[in-house]
């Protein structure tokens, strides 16, 4: 299975800031997907980030807060912009192309 | 809209006894239902998983079984060790390497 990294593992960010998160994988994969875990919570799918197009958005996730790159097929950004403490989670992306998706360890973020 | 619901949000099993954990999908379309293990501080890992024309998978201690009418699919684990503890999530999707509709979590506690 690919390997994901992610970065920042953890951060501690103001109110009001933007933070990008970036994830790399070890392999070429069209599809990457980011998720958002609230604490305690299951996870929800905030976009799914195709090389060479727009991302496409789900139901209650704009790309103003949300921005997403994704310049190449190993890696992608996902920005949390102008953060509140509402948006403390985990930020996790994922991998599928025709096969089981797989999880980085994500993006502790935690806003004070 | 799609949802998936699973059931219990937490359990309690001694060492050495069986967990069964159950979901049910709205999305008939659904074809694909993959079964994750999270734990603490970590992304979730796929543990396993059945596509829709298979009633039943096993690996070993954990095996999956899947009711297309009921639309309902189930995680059974034997013969559980304290490692087993963790938070479990069910999923469907479209696809093997589509969106993935999560269930709300449970969290398995194997006592020793």
């Known amino acids: 299975s690919a390997v994901i990294s992610q970065k920042p593992s953890r951060d501690i960010c103001q109110r009001g800031t933007s933070l990008t998160i970036q994830c790399q994988v070890d392999s070429q994969v069209t599809m990457m997907f980011w998720y958002r875990q609230q604490p305690g919570q299951s996870l929800t799918l905030i976009a799914t980030a195709n090389q060479g197009s727009e991302a496409t958005y789900e139901s209650g996730f704009v790309i103003d807060k949300f921005p997403i790159s994704r310049p190449n097929l190993t890696f992608s950004t996902l920005t949390v912009s102008n953060m509140s403490p509402e948006d403390s989670s985990i930020y996790l992306c994922?991998?599928?192309?025709?096969?089981?998706?797989?999880f980085g360890d994500g993006t502790r973020l935690s806003i004070l | 809209g799609e949802n998936v619901e699973q059931h219990p949000s937490t359990l309690s099993v001694q060492e050495g006894d069986s967990a069964v954990i159950k979901c049910t999908y709205s999305?008939?379309?659904?074809?694909?239902f993959p079964w994750y293990k999270q734990e603490l501080g970590k992304g979730p890992q796929l543990i396993i998983d059945?596509?829709?024309?298979?009633g039943e998978k096993k690996d070993q201690r954990i095996a999956v079984t899947l009711n297309k009418t009921a639309k309902h699919f189930s995680l059974h684990i034997t013969e559980t060790q304290p490692e087993d503890s963790a938070v479990y999530f069910c999923a469907a999707s479209r696809g093997q390497g589509g969106k993935l509709i999560f269930g709300q979590g449970t969290e398995l506690s194997v006592k020793p």
């Open positions: 994922s991998v599928g192309q025709e096969k089981p998706q797989h």
């Open positions: 999305d008939s379309a659904s074809n694909y």
């Open positions: 059945i596509r829709s024309n298979v």
